[in-house]
């Protein structure tokens, strides 16, 4: 029979190679990504900037800052062919700080990539991912013995946070890249949870402290003193789901003092609150439900007055 039958396609073995033994560079790698982001294995994303120069006229640029408009989420993506060096490992941090400075109220991941990460610095990678928002993928190639000969290229995620969670835990299903971005949007989408945002902006300007109100982010919106956001509200169907600052001390495995003032703070109201570093690099750990009913209700003023406080 003439061709290959689709439901018994031929096998042909195949061998690992390198980009470069088949005639692939840097820039091409680059590209590839590029082309398809996905090809990444980190979820929907949209290149934003390739090559780009981070620090004036002295050199260093971010090879790809890629983002995430439903999570509000940036990648700073370093690509290198070979083996992983400290060089690289360490501008991927490098990129990665600069650019939550650029945009401190979005959520940043630092992205390696490479074609081995099993070499010397493979247990700083795997330790470094459990402490920071980092992921590191190797790009692996195969040549398949074939006639003409054939290649394939696919990307394998090799270290990641073992609760790597970009979605907050409560956050509703659903959300996409196309989710409302200003507030004509939301108001078209969810009028009544922005009637609520909008309320909880002017009940927070009036009892707790000036604020403004942003709209601009895919999957929430935000109340900000000066620049740092310190309620960001998710929709639900009975209110919103808020983080808000966890104040001096805690770390990953042990909250705060003011948590523990929370938690007894919002039990009349039944309400549980979380403790969660996933959220804004740890800056807003501190999780919990508002519902349009409780929003005025003096037990959360008191403690939305102290997080803002804090902020």
């Not at 004036?56 to 690509?79: F, P, Q, S």
């Not at 190797?138 to 609760?163: N, Y």
């Not at 403004?212 to 003193?225: E, M, Q, R, W």
Request: aromatic share 10%; net charge negative.
């Amino acid at each position: 029979m003439d061709g290959i039958d689709a439901t018994h396609p031929i096998i042909h073995s195949s061998h690992r190679a390198t980009l470069r033994a088949i005639g692939k560079d840097e820039y091409w790698l680059q590209a590839w990504l590029a082309e398809d982001p996905s090809r990444l294995g980190i979820g929907k994303i949209v290149i934003k900037a390739k090559e780009l120069r981070q620090y004036g006229a002295k050199g260093g640029r971010l090879d790809i800052l890629a983002y995430d408009g439903a999570l509000d989420t940036y990648y700073e993506i370093e690509v290198m062919l070979g083996e992983c060096d400290a060089d690289h490992g360490f501008r991927t941090l490098d990129y990665w700080a600069r650019e939550q400075l650029k945009n401190p109220n979005a959520r940043h991941v630092a992205v390696i990539v490479a074609e081995d990460l099993s070499g010397r610095y493979r247990t700083v990678i795997e330790t470094l991912a459990q402490r920071l928002p980092l992921i590191a993928i190797e790009i692996r190639t195969l040549v398949v013995k074939s006639l003409p000969p054939m290649a394939t290229t696919f990307a394998v995620v090799v270290a990641q946070p073992e609760d790597f969670v970009l979605r907050p835990a409560d956050e509703p299903e659903g959300a996409e890249t196309g989710a409302p971005n200003d507030e004509a949007s939301w108001q078209s989408n969810r009028p009544e949870f922005t009637q609520f945002a909008r309320d909880m902006h002017k009940q927070c300007n009036e009892k707790i402290g000036p604020s403004t109100i942003d709209f601009s982010a895919k999957s929430y919106v935000a109340l900000k003193k000066g620049k740092r956001a310190w309620l960001p509200m998710w929709p639900r169907k009975d209110g919103a789901y808020v983080y808000i600052p966890g104040g001096d001390g805690g770390t990953t495995d042990q909250p705060s003092d003011f948590y523990a003032t929370v938690k007894d703070a919002l039990a009349p109201l039944g309400v549980e609150p979380s403790w969660s570093f996933k959220y804004n690099a740890g800056a807003n750990p501190i999780a919990f439900t508002i519902t349009f009913q409780n929003a005025s209700h003096s037990k959360i003023l008191e403690v939305l007055a102290e997080a803002y406080s804090l902020a």
